[in-house]
């Protein structure tokens, strides 16, 4: 008579499946690594009991070195940048998702030389078991940090000139076609664009797309008048605007903050909106609503993009493969257009 087949040792992916949790949560669990909830512990240790699984050694020393935090890295010069409403939106959603995956979430602002060293530490010293990266600028040397780092990181929107191997973003070129298309579409022929820094994908491509959208109606794009995608900028780039080309009768503002501050230079110069120019933004935050008059914009999913970043670190701090991702924009239409 055969003998019978050994039997198949259960799985992590098994216990963590049982247990209702991500396998990360499951190792780290079986570990007693930190961050891990009462409940799912025992979960976890349930799940354990009932399929008889026994860890693996090797497994168990490479997920003690897990950290149970996550990195969002800014590369900007002002700590009140996570105050702009942008970034608050984004660190809603980072902060949901990374909590489904039981990772905690840290904020590093990588500014000054000295801010850099600490976030390249981050990604040599395995400080966190991976990192989400923003707000990178041509030839940012967190880039190429970024590159060699032992971590897995995810870039929120793509870095000029470079297509990284994980990353979440947002149309920025088509939501910045169809805010230019609309203004064209109200009979406005000579439509300008605040644009964000030229330094930036995003500023880029969102005057690239404020440009085909000129040349397919067979208009003339101006060139950019450039900003910083804070509302002080927005005002003057408006101002400079005027002062160049007084007969402009529709405006693309890069972002709500530039929309808001060429609504108040524009009320300032005794123009009405929209019946003399009409102003179009990007984002739609809470204070294009609540601006006078209400600015129509192009609306990006901010949370989602936070949300978004997070999954895709936390399946990749899980031993997955994601792919990158594009999020979707819609136009608002409001009273200055």
Same mark, same amino acid.
């Given at each position: ?137 041509? @030839?940012?040397?967190? *880039?190429?940090? =970024?590159? !060699? $780092? %032992?971590?897995?990181? /995810?870039?929120? +929107? #793509?870095?000029?000139? &470079? ?5 979440? @973003?947002?149309?920025? *070129?088509?939501? =910045?076609? !169809? $805010? %230019?298309?609309?203004? /064209?579409?109200? +009979? #406005?022929?000579?439509? &300008? ?5 030229? @330094? ?138």
């Amino acid at each position: 008579m055969a003998e019978d087949a050994p039997r198949r040792q259960p799985t992590l992916d098994e216990v963590a499946g049982l247990a209702g949790v991500s396998r990360s949560v499951a190792s780290r669990a079986l570990n007693n690594a930190p961050h891990v909830s009462r409940a799912k512990r025992e979960a976890v240790e349930r799940a354990v009991r009932q399929l008889g699984y026994v860890p693996n050694p090797t497994a168990r020393a490479l997920a003690t070195r897990q950290t149970g935090a996550a990195a969002l890295v800014v590369s900007g010069e002002d700590p009140s940048i996570f105050a702009d409403p942008f970034y608050a939106q984004v660190i809603v959603g980072a902060s949901a998702a990374l909590e489904e995956a039981d990772l905690h979430l840290m904020l590093c602002l990588a500014a000054s030389d000295r801010g850099r060293k600490r976030v390249e530490e981050l990604f040599r010293s395995k400080v966190a078991d991976g990192v989400m990266l923003m707000a990178l600028r041509e @030839d940012d040397p967190l *880039a190429r940090m =970024a590159e !060699e $780092a %032992a971590v897995p990181v /995810v870039f929120g +929107g #793509r870095p000029v000139g &470079a297509m990284p191997r994980w990353y979440v @973003d947002v149309d920025n *070129a088509g939501g =910045a076609r !169809e $805010a %230019a298309e609309y203004l /064209v579409s109200l +009979g #406005r022929t000579r439509v &300008a664009a605040l644009c964000g820094r030229m @330094d930036t994908e995003a500023g880029r491509a969102r005057y690239r797309g404020y440009r085909d959208a000129m040349l397919a109606a067979g208009l003339d794009p101006f060139p950019p008048q450039e900003g910083d995608f804070t509302e002080s900028s927005g005002a003057a780039a408006m101002a400079a605007l005027l002062a160049e080309h007084p007969g402009v009768d529709g405006v693309f503002a890069a972002n709500d903050n530039m929309g808001v501050g060429a609504l108040r230079t524009l009320r300032g110069a005794g123009r009405r909106v929209p019946d003399d120019v009409a102003v179009v933004g990007f984002d739609d935050l809470a204070l294009a609503r609540a601006s006078d008059p209400p600015l129509t914009t192009v609306h990006q999913p901010i949370q989602a993009l936070g949300r978004e970043m997070a999954r895709m670190l936390a399946a990749l701090v899980n031993g997955q493969a994601p792919t990158p991702l594009i999020l979707p924009t819609r136009l608002v239409v409001r009273a200055s257009a």
